[in-house]
């Protein structure tokens, strides 16, 4: 159960476009279409803004998509806005009823 | 409206014991998965356990397989953490979550409820 490997930072300007990337293992992220993202903003509850790699729960933006090629997967955001600043994890099943999360990555909007 | 409220957290001895509760509301909760997840003061999210809609299948991290049993009372809308031989490492904020219907999606979460272990 190795957490899944983020990026600890990414940013971008108003309107551009960000890819934050989840890199796992066959066990994980390759394994199962099962990819989760979460945003957390200081202080906050995760909020669930992909899951199953590329669905996005009823009110998140279409600016938020997801995908997955092989052990890694990824977030796009893009136009960004200033609220999108925030801490992003990504999240997979392992296999053996159990979850595993990543190490985070800071999004900052310039 | 969805709520999820935990409690039961605060300071406790290394190697005592805690019990964590998530009352449920808002939803049928014998309908849903359910997860702890914890996050350390200025840390990431780490999975904690998992638990069936009807309490029959049941997974945990390995850093708290064999101190820590997850277990609900669907009667009571009730979700339950227990934790034994606790250690400084499992200070975090506890957080439990609904799991969306075959996936691993967690839609819903708690506010959190803060554990701390220290002497």
């Known amino acids: 159960q190795s957490a899944l490997t983020q990026p600890p930072s990414a940013s971008g300007s108003p309107g551009q476009s960000v890819t934050i990337s989840c890199t796992g293992t066959?066990?994980?992220?390759?394994?199962?279409?099962?990819v989760s993202w979460y945003q957390q903003h200081p202080d906050k509850a995760p909020k669930l803004m992909i899951y199953?790699?590329?669905k996005r729960p009823s009110g998140v933006p279409d600016r938020f998509s997801g995908s997955k090629f092989g052990n890694t997967a990824s977030l796009t955001v893009s136009g960004l806005q200033a609220e999108d600043e925030a801490d992003y994890y990504c999240?997979?099943?392992?296999?053996?009823?159990?979850?595993?999360f990543g190490g985070g990555t800071q999004l900052t909007v310039l | 409206e969805v709520q999820l409220v935990e409690s039961g957290g605060g300071l406790v001895q290394p190697g005592g014991s805690l019990r964590l509760s998530c009352a449920a509301s808002g939803f049928s909760f014998s309908n849903y998965w359910m997860h702890w997840v914890r996050q350390a003061p200025g840390k990431g999210l780490v999975w904690v356990s998992r638990?069936?809609?009807?309490?029959?299948?049941?997974g945990y991290a390995d850093s708290v397989k064999g101190r820590f049993t997850i277990s609900r009372d669907n009667a009571k809308n009730t979700l339950y953490l227990q934790m034994n031989s606790l250690r400084a490492e499992d200070t975090a904020v506890y957080y439990c979550a609904r799991m969306v219907p075959t996936s691993i999606g967690l839609d819903y979460w708690g506010q959190g409820t803060l554990v701390t272990v220290s002497s």
């Open positions: 066959s066990s994980d992220v390759g394994g199962y279409n099962y």
């Open positions: 199953e790699v590329s």
């Open positions: 999240s997979s099943y392992a296999g053996s009823n159990t979850v595993v």
């Open positions: 638990i069936k809609t009807d309490g029959s299948s049941t």
